[in-house]
C-alpha cells in the first residue's frame, strides 16, 4: 500500500493520485538494507541489489536469475540473460556511468562444487580469464573493463559482441560455410593465434572451437571464453589438468604430453574441418576424414592444409600460426602444392559425400561446462591431480607484438614506398609508354599487400598530385584516372578486400576501364590500349603482391 505523504491516507501500489486528497504520490520504492529510494516497478535496490519487497530475490548460488532491468553493483543495469550454462550464465548490460554502449556480463558461481579442489580450479580460471583479457590488446579479443564479486558470485564485464557464434552461424545454415568464406576466417583466427603465441610468456588458448568464436554483424570475429587458457611453461613434460572439448583438443591435452601452440593450430585445423564440412570432429575424435570426400567444393590445396593441421603427432603439425597462415593465404590466392603430413587422421566418412551434415548436438551461449574427455588412440588414462591454489589475479602484464600487417604505420609505409616509386619512375621516362602499365600495378600491389581503404587509389594518385606540387601538367585528365580508380577501390570494398585472386584482380581492372570508358569517352582505340595495360599490370600486380607476401608475412 501507499500511503499520501498529505493526508496519510493508504491507496493501492499501482495508484498515481491520492483517493482522498487527490495529491500526486511519490512512486518510489524504499531499499529495507541502505533506504535508497528506487523506481516503483523496481525488482532490486539500483544501490546495493539488494531485492526490494515483492521482488523476486535470486535463489542463493545460482546463476542466471538476474531479472532484466535489475540493477547489478549499482552501476549495470540488466537487460537481458544471453546464455545460462551449468556454472555460469552470461547477461547484455548497459554501464550508467558511460551510457550508450552494451557490455557483457559473465555470472560465475562456485555453489554447484562440492569438491574444494574443484571449487578452486573453477574460481583460478575465471580469475585467470580476467586477468589475461585485461592484459592483451587485440582486434580479435574481447576487452575487459570491470571484474569484481557481489553476493557470493563472480562477475567479469567485457566488450559485447552482437552477433552469433560460428557453431550457430553453421547449425542454423545447415550446411557448410563456402570454402571462400572459410580461407578468410582461418587467415583471421591464424592472425589472432600468432599474437597470443607471440606474447611472453606465449598465451596457449587450449579450447578454440566454433562455439568459443563469434562474429560480429560487422564480420569481425572474437575468441571468447578464456577460462582453460594459460600461460606457456617450457620445460614441464606434460599437463597437470585435462581440459580442452572433445574432438577438438589435441591428443596432449588428454595428458599425453605439454600443450604448445601446435594444441591450438589442432584446434584450429578442427574447427575449421567442421566448418568446410559440417561434420562435428567430436563423433569420432581424433579421426578427420577428407574434407573433399564430405564436400567436393573444397579446394585440394586447402584439404592439405587442415590435413597437416589435425595430425595427432605435434611434430607433423604447422610449427607455428604464422606458417599455417601464409599456407592458407597461398591456398587463397591459387592452385599451389602443400604437402599434408601423415598421421592427419584420414578414416573413412561416416557419411557419403553430398548429404547435408548433421547438425551438432545443443549447445549453451554460456561458458560452456567441460565434459569428461575421450581417451585417445595409445594413450593412457591421466592420473587425477588436485589443481594447484588459485593465482594471484596480479598477473604480469603480457608484452604482446603489434599485429604488424593490420597496423597504421604498415598501411603508411607500403602506400609511401609504393607511391615514392610511382613518382621516381615516372621522372625517369625510361619506361616510356609502358609507365601506365607499371604505374597501375604497383597500385594494384599496394592492395594486395595492404587490403584496407584506399591503398590502390592513394597509390595510383601520387603521380598527378606530384604533378599539381611542382606545376607540371598531367599526360592523362583528372576525369580519366579517377573514373578508373574509383570503381577498382569500390569493387575490392564490396569484397571487403579478400578477393585478391587473378580472375578479381582482373575484374576490377575491368570495371575500371569500364568507368573510364563510360565517364570519359574514349576512343573505343584508346580503350582497347587501356583494357591490355591493366589486364597485364593486374596479372603483374599479382606475381609481385604474392611474392611480397611470402616475404613480408
Not at 540488466?78 to 550508450?100: F, K, N, T
Not at 578468410?184 to 572451437?209: S, T
Not at 567444393?297 to 610449427?319: H, S, Y
Not at 579478400?498 to 563510360?518: D, K
Request: positive net charge; charged residues 20%; aromatic residues 8%.
Amino acid at each position: 500500500m501507499k500511503t499520501c505523504p498529505a493526508c496519510g491516507a493508504d491507496n493501492r501500489d499501482t495508484a498515481l493520485f491520492c483517493r482522498r486528497c487527490s495529491r500526486r504520490l511519490v512512486s518510489e520504492r524504499r531499499c529495507p538494507s541502505c533506504g535508497r529510494a528506487n523506481p516503483a516497478d523496481a525488482q532490486f535496490c539500483n544501490k546495493c541489489s539488494t531485492p526490494l519487497a515483492g521482488g523476486v530475490a535470486p535463489t542463493p548460488g545460482l546463476t542466471g536469475q538476474l531479472a532484466p532491468q535489475s540493477l547489478l553493483a549499482g552501476r549495470y543495469r540488466i537487460l537481458r540473460r544471453v546464455g545460462q550454462g551449468g556454472m555460469g550464465a552470461v547477461y547484455e548490460a548497459e554501464d550508467l556511468r558511460l551510457p550508450g554502449k552494451q557490455w557483457a556480463i559473465k555470472e560465475m558461481s562456485d555453489a554447484a562444487l562440492t569438491d574444494p579442489a574443484d571449487r578452486a580450479a573453477a574460481l583460478q580460471a575465471f580469475h585467470q580469464e580476467a586477468d589475461l583479457l585485461a592484459a592483451l590488446d587485440h582486434a580479435n579479443l574481447p576487452k575487459v573493463t570491470d571484474f569484481f564479486e557481489a553476493d557470493g558470485k563472480h562477475y567479469l564485464v567485457m566488450e559485447f559482441v552482437d552477433g552469433q557464434t560460428l557453431d550457430e552461424l553453421v547449425v542454423g545454415a545447415g550446411r557448410p560455410l563456402p570454402p571462400e568464406t572459410v580461407l578468410a576466417l582461418g587467415v583471421d583466427l591464424c592472425r589472432v593465434l600468432e599474437y597470443l603465441h607471440g606474447c611472453r610468456p606465449p598465451i596457449i588458448f587450449r579450447d578454440l572451437k566454433p562455439a568459443n568464436i563469434m562474429i560480429g554483424r560487422d564480420g569481425t570475429i572474437k575468441l571468447i571464453d578464456f577460462g582453460i587458457a594459460r600461460l606457456f611453461s617450457p620445460g614441464k613434460s606434460r599437463d597437470t589438468t585435462t581440459l580442452g572439448t572433445p574432438g577438438y583438443a589435441a591428443p596432449e591435452q588428454y595428458g599425453k604430453g605439454q600443450t604448445d601452440a601446435r594444441s591450438d593450430l589442432y584446434a584450429l585445423g578442427a574447427t575449421l574441418h567442421f566448418l568446410l564440412t559440417g561434420r562435428d570432429p567430436a563423433d569420432e575424435p581424433f579421426k578427420f576424414p577428407p574434407a573433399r570426400r564430405l564436400n567436393p567444393a573444397v579446394p585440394a590445396e586447402l584439404e592439405a592444409v587442415v590435413a597437416r593441421a589435425v595430425a595427432n603427432n605435434a611434430d607433423e603439425r604447422w610449427p607455428s600460426a604464422r606458417d599455417m597462415r601464409r599456407a592458407l593465404t597461398r591456398a587463397a590466392a591459387g592452385p599451389v602444392a602443400v604437402a599434408a603430413q601423415p598421421g592427419a587422421g584420414a578414416s573413412p566418412a561416416r557419411r557419403p559425400a553430398g548429404v547435408s551434415p548433421a547438425a551438432p548436438p545443443p549447445r549453451s551461449a554460456s561458458p560452456p561446462a567441460r565434459p569428461r574427455p575421450p581417451q585417445p588412440p595409445a594413450a593412457r588414462s591421466p592420473v587425477r591431480q588436485t589443481p594447484p591454489p588459485p593465482r594471484s589475479r596480479s598477473l604480469p602484464r603480457a608484452a604482446p607484438p603489434a599485429d604488424w600487417p593490420t597496423t597504421g604505420l604498415f598501411y603508411g609505409l607500403v602506400v609511401f614506398i609504393l607511391a615514392v616509386a610511382n613518382v621516381l619512375l615516372y621522372e625517369a621516362g625510361f619506361l616510356g609508354d609502358l609507365f601506365p602499365l607499371v604505374w597501375f600495378a604497383l597500385s594494384m600491389v599496394a592492395g594486395y599487400l595492404v587490403r584496407q581503404t584506399g591503398a590502390i587509389a592513394l597509390t595510383w594518385l601520387s603521380v598527378p598530385l606530384y604533378n599539381t606540387l611542382v606545376g607540371q601538367a598531367n599526360d592523362l585528365s583528372w576525369t580519366l584516372m579517377l573514373s578508373l580508380i574509383v570503381p577498382v577501390e569500390l569493387f575490392f570494398l564490396w569484397s571487403r578486400y579478400r578477393l585478391y585472386t587473378p580472375i578479381a584482380m582482373l575484374a576490377a581492372g575491368a570495371l575500371g576501364v569500364l568507368g573510364a570508358w563510360v565517364v570519359a569517352d574514349l576512343a573505343l582505340d584508346d580503350v582497347v590500349l587501356l583494357g591490355a595495360a591493366v589486364g597485364v599490370g593486374s596479372l603483374l600486380a599479382y606475381v609481385v603482391g604474392r611474392w611480397l607476401v611470402s616475404v613480408l608475412m
